[in-house]
């Protein structure tokens, strides 16, 4: 599965969010990229508009397992 892209980056939903965010969060986040998750399986994330992108963000225990393993959602 490759990345797929259907809105501007960041999109119309990811900029709300993130202009929400910018008021509660704290200001050492802001070097994360501007993306704000709406789910995610295996290695594949989606944000609140519909992109589709490869996880190169996560941890080691996520990258072993990946997002949402069946086994652990069972859990």
């Known amino acids: ?8 980056w960041p999109g119309p939903r990811t900029r709300e969010y993130l202009s929400l965010s910018e008021r509660y969060e704290p200001r050492c986040m802001t070097q994360q ?15 609140v508009d519909g992109n ?6 996560s941890g080691v225990l996520v990258t072993n397992v990946g997002h949402s393993h069946p086994k ?4």
């Open 33 to 47: 990229a501007p993306v704000v998750w709406e789910r995610a399986e295996g290695v594949v994330v989606w944000d």
């Open 1 to 8: 599965m490759i990345a797929d892209v259907r809105e501007p």
């Open 52 to 57: 589709r992108y490869i996880d190169f963000t």
């Open 72 to 75: 652990h959602v069972r859990a």
